[in-house]
């Protein structure tokens, strides 16, 4: 009864009283109060200081969850500067934090309010009315937000927006805008296509400017998003990177190993960025996926078989431009992915079995590759439909995610003894192209962390592969024709 005495003294009188109530008299002794509150604490500034210094003044011992880069990804939030070492020593130098942990998944706080046996969950006050839901597990307080700065405000001022222009106008380019809306640090100026018309329904559509001229187009934009067709992507990519252009490029990038090589050569020499835009390569889910599949938890990769098939209209481009068409152009890039990040690119043979449409393009290909010790099988198709899958196999256990398994947002890891089943999930927000923009601009920011989501080697491969499939499909001189 003393020790209740007090507290009754203290500010936090109704807290202690809970706690008296909830768990008995005799459980006197956790008397200490223990806050916890998250965040990302990026370019730490003053704002988080006063958070803090206010959350640990509420008790008597403050945890801080400090999120990782994976979570954030997933999370939306996109472009944080700092790795998640700084960001916690950060929270760690402004002396406020008894305990620094890690937020890793989404529903995580509750599990840790119980853990730690918190007492209030503090947070700043644009968060107010969200964590309501905390409130069965212990006191949530919103703490007023610190006016006029943030993490955003001050990446913005230390990195210029830059002036995205999109070469192109078709269904991929208006899935771009919006997405590029949510990456901070972009602002997305203006569209060129030779075809004026086109690019002034784009530009209106969504309040961009239209260009005319390549040159004047240049002049206005500081990135290039190519979106146009295949066939243009290496002019229109080699005339960006001459103009002093980064560019993003839409897959297949090129499809001459030679020129994909020479792209990458001339962006080096320039300082400029180049990125292929196969969107499964950024996304976080796959990301997560490949970190399983690399770390050797179902042993040695053996073999790994990908597919991919989306039935397109008889007439659509997919099914009628007899050289550029087809279903291997078109979704290749997709499936052969897993296959190069899990077993390289150093194959030993690649055979492509093609079904014809009534056009003579693939309507459905099937890929095998053989490697020194594994093999795999890479399946896409426009006109026939099946199971869209990625299969990992290795010599302890195999991994699966079913379609949509390139916007990956569910996985299995499966071992010899089947009733051990691990089940991984990650977000997958929007069309998934915030993604690979959000890595593009860290790149161009100077964070090269995201490049080995898709090396050049990587993209160069992928030309080779489809320079070996136009050969096959003998559509190499029709190519020249044009
Ligand atoms: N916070 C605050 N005052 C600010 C900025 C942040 O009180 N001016 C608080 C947030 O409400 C949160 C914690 O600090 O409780 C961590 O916020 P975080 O999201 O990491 O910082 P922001 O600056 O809001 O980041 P961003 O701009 O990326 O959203």
Redesign the pocket.
């Known amino acids: 009864m003393q020790v209740l005495m007090g507290v009754v003294e203290k500010k936090y009188i109704v807290l202690y009283a809970e706690k008296f109530e909830l768990q008995g008299e005799e459980k006197h002794e956790s008397i200490m109060i223990k806050v916890i509150?998250y965040?990302?604490?990026?370019l730490f500034?003053e704002?988080?200081y006063?958070?803090l210094k206010r959350a640990k003044a509420l008790g008597d011992y403050l945890i801080v969850g400090v999120t990782t880069e994976a979570y954030d990804k997933a999370r939306g939030?996109l472009n944080v500067v700092d790795s998640l070492m700084i960001r916690i020593e950060n929270v760690k130098k402004s002396g406020f934090a008894d305990e620094i942990i890690i937020e890793e998944t989404q529903g995580q706080k509750v599990n840790d309010i119980r853990k730690f046996r918190i007492d209030i969950f503090a947070?700043?006050?644009?968060?107010t009315g969200e964590f309501d839901y905390l409130n069965d597990y212990c006191k949530v307080v919103y703490?007023e937000?610190?006016?006029n700065?943030?993490?955003?405000?001050l990446r913005e001022k230390n990195s210029p927006i830059h002036r995205i222009g999109i070469i192109g106008t078709g269904r991929i380019a208006e899935r771009f805008i919006p997405e590029a809306k949510l990456v901070s640090g972009v602002s997305t100026q203006g569209v060129y296509n030779p075809h004026t018309e086109s690019a002034i329904r784009f530009a209106d559509k969504w309040e961009i400017s239209a260009y005319r001229e390549l040159e004047e187009f240049y002049k206005a934009v500081d990135i290039v998003y190519v979106a146009s067709p295949h066939e243009t992507h290496y002019g229109y990519i080699k005339s960006a990177l001459e103009h002093g252009k980064h560019v993003l490029c839409e897959k297949p990038m090129v499809l001459k190993q030679a020129q994909a090589q020479e792209l990458f050569d001339l962006a080096r020499e320039r300082n400029l960025v180049l990125f292929e835009g196969i969107k499964t390569a950024f996304c976080p889910g796959f990301h997560k996926l490949l970190g399983f599949a690399s770390s050797g938890t179902v042993g040695s990769i053996r073999n790994v078989e990908a597919c991919f098939t989306k039935l397109e209209g008889k007439e659509t481009r997919e099914l009628t431009d007899r050289v550029y068409g087809g279903s291997f152009i078109e979704l290749g890039s997709y499936v052969m992915l897993p296959i190069l990040k899990l077993l390289g690119k150093d194959f030993e043979e690649i055979r492509f079995d093609t079904i014809r449409g009534e056009q003579g393009l693939d309507i459905f290909t099937k890929v095998s590759l053989k490697y020194p010790s594994g093999i795999a099988t890479a399946t896409c198709g426009l006109g026939v439909k099946s199971e869209g899958r990625l299969l990992i196999a290795g010599t302890k256990g195999y991994i699966v995610a079913e379609a949509p398994w390139w916007k990956t947002t569910y996985f299995e890891l499966h071992y010899e003894n089947s009733s051990q089943v691990e089940k991984y999930s990650e977000r997958f927000l929007g069309d998934g192209l915030r993604y690979e923009i959000s890595d593009f601009i860290s790149t161009i920011n100077g964070n090269s962390s995201s490049e080995f989501k898709l090396t050049r080697e990587e993209s160069v491969t992928l030309a080779g592969m489809m320079e070996a499939f136009m050969k096959a499909e003998k559509r190499e001189g029709l190519d020249m024709e044009r």
């Open positions: 509150t965040g990302t604490f990026d500034h704002g988080h006063r958070l939030k947070i700043g006050s644009d968060w703490l937000r610190t006016k700065i943030s993490s955003t405000m």
